[in-house]
């Protein structure tokens, strides 16, 4: 016990020491935590209509004019040609173009139908589907319009309505930042817990310390312990600081049980520390265990379900989505504060966290050889 | 030029010499391309959907199987108790919960007004807007189809082309941008550490009093990155086009053009990185701790630009990776020439002389 209480003087005063890279591990998360949410989006708006008019009578201007002041959709431009509303397109100035054919209005009178042409830059699939979707729906609110106007409502039946009653729980605002922030905040920790701990070992390798430590009798597991309680620490400071920043700067309050998301903290750390040790341990240059961590950080926060749904994902990808603590982390932490789920809800979560520390963390401390 | 020769040979051996980091950087692109290409998309698929039907009647079955039969959700039944909704939502990762009211049909054939109850588990908003519009839209057919026995005069209708993408699937949007991070991060982080890593030993200082010029130290340096990233670049389309089924539609020249472009500039910004850091760990940290999510959010890949608020827009422009994806979609997946993407060329070519000329001012001759 007393050796540990030595070599975790030895490592805080190392890391107390060196100042910039402490200011970076308080600074940066907090920073990306108060402007990143922001950025972070995916309602579909703002979507850019071009209008090729080849009718240009009175019911093509109405059918614009309804359109525009839908609010879905901002008029770009209205072309004379296709080949116009095409160059917009490719400048990335439309999102869609809606094409109305020569004589609309007469011959919507004379041939009872008539078809508008609409094409969508469909890079983006669900914007362009929902985009499409909002026209149609436009349109068939003219055209109902339209008919009710050109046909005496007498000849109609009552018409039967089903009212959809929609209610959005947890988040009835639909707010983004409700969704993202304790994402992002997961993540910030992770990354700080990852990178420190994956570079922290074999830096002593590097600079031949470690041969120091190596040649006394401290045990394995009292050196890794001694590596991992100052991260420990620290990610737990930095989960401190972003859980404020939360509260505060976006006055987002959990729902569930501040402890509860704490004591997950703790042993989710854990593991993403025992991931970094290992690292440590294999690696025989910093440069290497940083492109080891690099790799890694990658898939979890793409395959964290941080920006897009793991529940989209394909059935292989979801497998492997299993084996990513972030996603975990990720996870519970939505489910604590928005939804304000209890230790019963995670406890899944808690058992399968624990389990990779466990693993991981052993087969840390039986790969690292005190002899070279 | 001899001994740039010889400059580069000595760094390319370092390079060289370095399996597992050298795995790495090949790797690296190989598995995100293919993981990214295939698993992300912002689509809601599978997604769990309950339904509560107290109606049991004619038109709630017929909406019902609607919702089964359109293959987008996966559709559960269960029994009625308002009490069970909390549980549902939080227990079985139910999204959705459709519910109909006793005496659904009736309601809608004698008094010809029904109601319909959609509660969305709205902690993912992405989700719930998506699944609401969907069920609601199905809700609409069911009831469209019930009038459409008497044809409806006038009808106005649309056909809609989805151009660059029929099948809407999400690797056109995704493979440029997983393509502009993944060269940005690793060139600015090998860079950065590279040149970091030999202040830390010391053998900078050997290099900074040879009679070399210490500009050239770094040029040196450069080369080996430079050639390894345009690796990286073909391996990339080529699985982009022979796996993923996304050819390059434009000049494969020009976008191996723009991407030597786009691989300078992340060079340059690396390059400004290690003259303000002065240990490998610091500047790992800025260059991944600081830019992995920055990159990510101001390219537009993930989060349209045009739905930020102004300021965090004009900050995207400061962001390398962003003018890089719009170059990318545009030669390889619209197919456009260079006359369409001149702009972002230009900004680009302006970003890495300013981050040179910062960073050569920056650099010191002398370590102190």
Known sequence: ?372 | MNQLLSFVRKEFLHVLRDRKTLLILFGLPIVQILLFGFALTNEVRNANIAIIDDAHDVASRKIIGMVSASGSFRVREVQGGHASIEELFRNSGVKLIVLFPANFNNDLMHTQHARVQIIADASDPNTASTLTTYVSAIIADYQKSTVQSTALPFAINTQVRMLYNPQLKGAPNFVPGVMALVLMLVCVMMTSIAIVREKELGTMEILLVSPFRPILVIVAKVVPYLLLSLVNVATILVLSTYVLDLPVQGSVLLLFGVSTIFILTSLALGLLISTITNSQQSAMLFSMMGMLLPTIMFSGFMFPIENMPIPLQVISNVVPARWYYTIVKAVMIKGLGITSIWRELLVLVGMTVVLVVISVRKFKVRLA
């Open chain 1, 1 to 372: 016990m007393r050796t540990i209480l030595f070599l975790l003087r030895k490592e805080f005063r190392q890391i107390f020491r060196n100042v910039t890279i402490l200011r970076l591990i308080l600074i940066l998360p907090v920073m990306q935590l108060v402007i990143l949410p922001n950025a972070a989006n995916f309602e579909v708006k703002n979507i850019t209509v071009c209008i090729v008019d080849h009718d240009h009578s009175v019911g093509s201007q109405r059918l614009v004019t309804s359109i525009t002041a839908s609010g879905y959709f901002k008029l770009a431009h209205v072309t004379p040609s296709y080949h116009d509303a095409m160059a917009l397109i490719e400048a990335d100035k439309a999102d869609l173009i809606l094409e109305i054919p020569q004589g609309f209005d007469r011959a919507l009178i004379r041939d009872n139908k008539q078809t508008l042409f609409i094409a969508v830059n469909a890079i983006n699939g669900v914007k362009a589907n929902l985009g499409a979707a909002y026209l149609n729906t436009i349109i068939t609110q003219y055209n109902a319009q339209l008919r009710s106007q050109w046909i005496q409502p007498a000849r109609f039946g009552p018409v039967s309505r089903i009212e959809i009653a929609a209610l959005n729980k947890y988040n009835p605002y639909l707010s983004y930042k409700v969704y993202m922030v304790p994402g992002i905040l997961a993540f910030l920790v992770t990354m700080v817990a990852a990178y420190l701990s994956a570079l922290n070992i074999v830096k002593e390798k590097e600079s031949g310390t470690i041969e120091q430590i190596n040649v006394t009798p401290i045990r394995k597991y009292q050196f890794i312990l001694g590596k991992m309680i100052p991260f420990w620490v620290l990610g737990l400071v930095v989960f401190t600081i972003g859980m404020l920043v939360m509260r505060l700067v976006y006055g987002i309050v959990p729902e569930g049980s501040v402890l509860l998301l704490y004591s997950f903290a703790v042993v989710y750390i854990f593991s993403v520390l025992g991931m970094g040790l290992l690292v440590s341990t294999y690696a025989e240059t910093q440069q290497q265990a940083m492109f080891v961590a690099f790799f890694f950080i990658m898939i979890f926060i793409m395959m964290g379900g941080l920006f897009t749904s793991t529940d989209s994902m394909p059935a292989w990808a979801q497998m492997i989505t299993r084996f990513n603590p972030v996603r975990y982390f990720i996870e519970v932490m939505r489910m604590v504060v928005i939804r304000g789920s209890t230790f019963d809800d995670i406890k899944y979560h808690f058992l399968t966290v624990f389990g990779m520390g466990i693993f991981l963390n052993g087969w840390a401390v039986l790969n690292y050889r005190k002899t070279s």
